[in-house]
């Protein structure tokens, strides 16, 4: 298991450039270095040959609309006690992971190597594309789709992003509802996508970015400098 590393929260207006000291580096393994590390056993190698281009943005509290506590790493980890909450009886066979976690205060978890495939899209498509879980990074967000998201969380996914993005061809950004309509719902119509979009314009490492802008997520927008 990897040490647990360090990490600064910022505290932010909501019309602040984001910014994280001294930002956020993925190194050779995929493994950001300045995440809190719990790994996950719900991942696989990707297909080689395919380049990870898109990345998946969601939400999730445990129990639903409860945020706080170790439920979320647990339910990635396998380790949930399914007689801690009613909830949790229907997530017994569940075995699912993403690559990241943003804490309502900004902290950052990552469960598996963006070099190998989390299990966190599901069936879904993008342009065509089945699998998303074979080229895409995972990001979930603490939260639901009934409340808005912090600023301090808008600030790490922006850092996250331009991160993830030095280490791959990352082209598009997408919601979960977005690539499995009718199915899914997150990250949900309290995320802030022209928010997002305005802050990634403000960092220079987040060129050649596609952000969804469209509800149905047919329309996007590339993040202009």
């Known amino acids: 298991m990897r040490n647990i590393c360090g990490w600064r929260r910022i505290n932010m207006g ?5 910014s994280l000291a001294p930002g956020l580096e993925l ?10 590390h719990r790994p996950s056993p719900n991942f696989d190698a990707r297909t080689a040959g395919i380049p990870v281009d898109l990345l998946v943005i ?3 509290s445990l129990p639903p609309g409860e945020f706080g506590g170790s439920y979320i790493e647990a339910l990635f980890c396998n380790q949930l006690d399914h007689a801690a909450h009613p909830f949790f009886e229907q997530l ?3 075995r699912v992971s993403a690559h990241f976690l943003i804490r309502r205060d900004g902290q950052l978890v990552q469960f598996v190597s963006a070099n190998a495939r989390a299990w966190h899209a599901g069936i879904s498509v993008f342009h065509g594309r089945e699998r998303c879980n074979d080229f895409s ?6 939260g639901t789709d009934f409340v808005p998201f912090a600023d301090a969380q808008y600030a790490v996914l922006v850092q996250l ?9 990352i082209v598009d950004v997408m919601g979960h509802e977005h690539i499995a309509p009718g199915r899914k719902t997150d990250p949900g119509p ?8 305005q802050n990634l314009a403000a960092h220079s ?3 050649q970015l596609r952000v969804v802008s469209g509800i149905d997520g047919s329309q996007a927008q590339n993040i202009e400098k």
Not at 14 to 18: D, G, L, M, T
Not at 162 to 168: P, T, W
Not at 190 to 197: G, N, P, Q, T, V
């Open 27 to 36: 190194d050779a393994a995929g493994w950001c270095l300045q995440a809190q």
């Open 190 to 197: 309290f995320f802030d996508w022209a928010r997002y979009r």
């Open 205 to 207: 490492d987040t060129a």
């Open 161 to 169: 992003t331009a991160a993830l993005q030095r280490r791959y061809p």
């Open 92 to 94: 017994r066979d569940l």
């Open 137 to 142: 990074i995972g990001i979930e967000l603490e």
């Open 14 to 18: 909501a019309s602040a450039v984001p």
């Open 58 to 60: 969601h939400n999730i």
